[in-house]
């Protein structure tokens, strides 16, 4: 488990005005890592977001400035540097953050190295920060599960029964993860209309989201050897904004009785920039009361979660407003991401550097802070009034959709970017019909 450092100082300044502003996302004490090409540019290079601009890392690395055990950051991702393990991570960390701050472990002749790696994160496009290897949902919100259970199957059986004893989840399509500004195509698929014996085809009418917090896992495990909840803590690099877009309408129909399958697999959107856990050590906060205890193999003793407060909101095409549809925090998820990556190395799945582990919706206990819009509508039956007027149950084309996140500390906040995506018309049905 990370432990306080001096890269957590609250006191600790940037040379980078920008990165001393109390509303910047990117403080020296977050150093978050991702991916980007200078506009215009397919040049991908790993980075570090500072203030206002982007740290270089394959410049630092190749000048000297940064030093390595073997490039690791001459690539189009961060898996090399994952593959590093937690030691190199946190060396890499104190380092970035003695080369950026004032006082005396950053010398003007790294200063100068450093000032010279720097480009504007308005000059730049972002990119995937990792390769994906693997993509699993989890189902760890008790409010959102508790919700939707009361929804289709009523109170008294809100919960499934294994639900309190074992992190549910299903394994998603890597290749459908895309970053923050990539639109998404509303999906084709099946779909039963109430009252009809047949399904029909066409294109999705109840699109959603999913407001979540994705773990990027960085160290991996050997296929066939189980991981404790230490073990499974230490191999968590960091985490990003995740949307896991969702066809509602085509779930209810196709996901009895192996579970969702279309209806996940188009499009799922994470933030660019991934916040490392060590990072996030000064918001770590104990979870919820587990009851009944979990197995041994899922008990844990300590903080696990984090205090990370995030919001959703839509925007009507051609509307300059957006609606906040929620605000909720990371702290109350009934499972932790270390016991989610614990138990899914249990049965022996050999766990790969860059895999991405979604928490599950994000709910919390009132109807304003509830993660889709599946709740916040209850299943469309109370429609939301936006800002400029008109409503919603669901998603329209045109609406754009932007998950936000934040952890707060004294004097500075840790951001995350943003996870945004518009939704375009469907595609490629009239030749079906």
Not at 198 to 224: K, Q, T, Y
Not at 364 to 371: A, K, P, V, Y
């Amino acid at each position: 488990m990370s432990k306080l450092n001096p890269t957590h100082n609250p006191e600790l300044k940037s040379w980078l005005e920008s990165a001393n502003d109390p509303s910047s996302e990117f403080p020296i004490q977050n150093l978050p890592f991702g991916v980007f090409s200078p506009r215009g540019s397919r040049d991908l290079r790993p980075g570090v977001a500072i203030g206002d601009q982007i740290l270089d890392l394959r410049t630092l690395e190749s000048e000297g400035v940064l030093s390595t055990p073997y490039p690791v950051f001459d690539g189009a991702s961060l898996n090399d540097f994952l593959s590093l393990g937690p030691n190199l991570w946190s060396e890499t960390r104190r380092a970035l953050s003695d080369l950026l701050s004032t006082g005396e472990n950053s010398p003007e002749v790294r200063r100068d190295g450093a000032e010279r790696a720097l480009v504007s994160q308005r000059d730049a496009e972002m990119h995937l920060p990792v390769e994906v290897r693997g993509f699993t949902d989890f189902y760890s919100s008790r409010e959102h599960a508790t919700n939707v259970g009361t929804m289709f199957r009523g109170a008294d059986n809100a919960l499934m029964p294994n639900w309190l004893h074992i992190p549910i989840a299903y394994n998603g399509r890597a290749g459908s993860v895309v970053v923050s500004g990539t639109p998404i195509r509303r999906p084709l698929g099946q779909t039963r209309p109430p009252g009809s014996d047949a399904p029909r085809f066409g294109a999705c009418r109840r699109l959603d989201i999913e407001l979540e917090m994705g773990v990027v896992v960085g160290s991996p495990s050997p296929m066939g050897k189980p991981v404790t909840i230490a073990e499974a803590d230490s191999m968590i690099f960091g985490y990003v904004l995740l949307n896991d877009w969702s066809a509602r309408d085509i779930q209810v129909w196709e996901y009895q009785p192996l579970g969702p399958f279309q209806a996940k697999a188009f499009a799922t959107t994470i933030s660019p920039w991934i916040v490392t856990q060590e990072a996030l050590a000064p918001f770590r906060v104990s979870g919820p009361v587990q009851n009944p205890v979990p197995l041994p193999y899922l008990r844990q003793d300590g903080d696990f979660n984090f205090d990370i407060q995030l919001s959703a909101s839509l925007q009507p095409e051609g509307t300059r407003d957006a609606t906040t549809l929620c605000r909720t925090n990371f702290r109350h998820m009934y499972w932790s991401s270390a016991q989610q990556l614990a138990h899914h190395a249990i049965g022996g799945c050999g766990m790969q550097t860059g895999d991405l582990l979604g928490s599950g919706t994000i709910s919390g206990s009132e109807r304003n802070s509830t993660g889709s819009l599946l709740e916040r509508t209850w299943n469309g039956t109370e429609p939301l009034k936006l800002q400029d007027g008109s409503e919603r149950t669901f998603i329209e084309d045109g609406d754009t959709l932007a998950l936000c996140g934040w952890s707060e500390g004294h004097g500075y906040r840790l951001g995350f970017g943003t996870a945004v995506g518009e939704v375009l018309p469907a595609i490629g049905h009239d030749w079906l019909d």
